[in-house]
């Protein structure tokens, strides 16, 4: 059975800095990074940065210059680090990628999502 694990979520203080991790359990027989997404309370999942199989990136304006998405396929992990954070910032944080337990058809996964709070 494959699972998304997200990790590193917390409180922090305004300005501060969370790094999240997001590693791949299971059978994995080849794992694709794609991206982080968040849901503050009463409001819609919205992306946060996305990551192509090239390495290319992409933010949300309202983060860009302050998070940085990465990933290490190699060990199937991907990362979000969250630099000068607000509290609009809060949310819960959930990755996916694209993994497949075998030669054939990639789909796509989502993780359980970790608390990230912004407050002082």
């Known amino acids: 059975q494959v699972q998304l694990v997200e990790s590193g979520g917390g409180l922090v203080q305004p300005g501060g800095s969370l790094r999240l991790s997001c590693a791949a359990s299971?059978?994995?027989?080849?794992?694709?990074?794609k991206g982080w997404y968040r849901q503050a309370p009463g409001k819609q999942r919205e992306l946060v940065a996305v990551i192509t199989s090239g390495g290319s990136t992409n933010y949300a304006d309202s983060v860009k210059g302050r998070f940085t998405i990465s990933r290490d396929n190699a060990k199937n992990t991907m990362f979000l680090q969250m630099n000068s954070l607000k509290p609009e910032d809060t949310a819960v944080y959930y990755c996916?990628?694209?993994?497949?337990?075998?030669?054939?058809?990639?789909?796509?996964?989502w993780g359980q999502g970790t608390q990230v709070t912004v407050s002082s």
């Open positions: 996916n990628a694209d993994i497949r337990s075998r030669p054939g058809p990639y789909y796509t996964y």
């Open positions: 299971g059978n994995i027989f080849s794992f694709n990074a």
